[in-house]
């Protein structure tokens, strides 16, 4: 239901918007005239120009001046069309352009056309402008978003330049931050890759190190334990000191036969086979007629148990290392 009436006028450059609620609208140059033109905007100064009842919810053409060819949205106006949301009646040679916006309002809220003139804000006007490209108008939408840009436009520009530098300023500085904390993190990733390659490469070096520890102490311990030998035997097997020994000989090599002192020097040297020539530079040999040529020795060593010996290996195996009586 068509409780008013968006009037908005193009004369050349010029733009007005009017808000009508009159149950018969009138447009034109004359006096009468509910919406009144300059007469210059009026070809022939016509007193009516188009007029504009309200019947059935809905504004309708009652009357218009015939001589003046106007056009409802591009086609020819005729008596009793219906006013609808966003139509154009215009001049054929498009110097006067009417739009109509109906609006549905309670009474309380829709003011009594009072005085000659309404003033209606820019924004209202710019939204009746807009309306005619929407579909479906939404008064609400429209308005709020006219509202805003209205508010916009008030603002100082000097305000609009600071606030977009301060929003630049906390973009830029979000970005930066950003940046940087990425930057950081990757370098702190980077050293602690670093330090955990230092920390396994010390860690070899420790373990080498304690390989090499452990064989020193091995060494010193057997070191130690040599040096310790002989007063360990002594304290553990002191009372059972023993006396060895021995005769050894010598035998040719390759034939095994022992090595004999020549013929004896004296009756009493034949006599005794175990006696050594006076001669130390006596050659032996195993062809000799004499006696066999045996050397004793004499050791110490010490009784261990389960009938074992201890005892040096020049004692045991190689006495003859150190008789000096072998080495002639």
């Not at 966003?86 to 309380?108: I, M, N, Y």
């Not at 002191?238 to 000989?249: K, M, P, Q, R, T």
């Amino acid at each position: 239901m068509a409780s008013g009436l968006v009037v908005h006028l193009e004369v050349g450059r010029e733009r007005h918007t009017e808000l009508l609620t009159d149950q018969l609208i009138r447009i034109g140059a004359g006096e009468a005239s509910t919406l009144r033109l300059s007469r210059d905007a009026v070809p022939a100064a016509r007193d009516l120009l188009i007029e504009l009842a309200r019947e059935d919810s809905h504004y309708k053409v009652s009357d218009f001046d015939p001589t003046l060819d106007l056009t409802l949205n591009g086609d020819p106006l005729r008596e009793g069309a219906v006013i609808s949301d966003g139509d154009k009646v215009q001049l054929p040679a498009g110097a006067l352009t009417l739009r109509f916006f109906p609006f549905e309002a309670p009474p309380s809220l829709v003011p009594e056309r009072r005085g000659a003139g309404v003033h209606v804000a820019p924004f209202i006007e710019q939204a009746a402008l807009e309306a005619e490209a929407t579909a479906r108008r939404d008064d609400a939408k429209v308005f709020l978003r006219e509202f805003t840009r209205e508010l916009v436009r008030e603002i100082n520009v000097s305000t609009k330049v600071i606030v977009f530098l301060f929003a630049l300023a906390i973009v830029g500085g979000s970005l930066y931050l950003g940046f940087a904390g990425f930057r950081e993190l990757k370098q702190s990733r980077r050293r602690l890759e670093e330090q955990n390659a230092e920390i396994a490469r010390l860690n070899d070096q420790v373990k080498q190190s304690q390989n090499k520890f452990n064989e020193v102490t091995q060494t010193n311990n057997d070191i130690i334990n040599s040096l310790s030998l002989a007063p360990t035997i002594r304290a553990k097997f002191g009372n059972g000191v023993c006396l060895i020994a021995g005769v050894y000989v010598f035998v040719e090599p390759g034939t095994g036969r022992p090595l004999r002192y020549p013929e004896a020097a004296s009756p009493e040297a034949a006599a005794d086979p175990n006696a050594a020539p006076s001669d130390q530079s006596t050659i032996l040999t195993p062809d000799g007629k004499g006696a066999f040529a045996e050397f004793p020795y004499v050791g110490t060593g010490f009784h261990v148990g389960g009938g074992y010996v201890l005892t040096n290996r020049h004692v045991a195996s190689e006495p003859w290392a150190a008789d000096e009586r072998s080495m002639v």
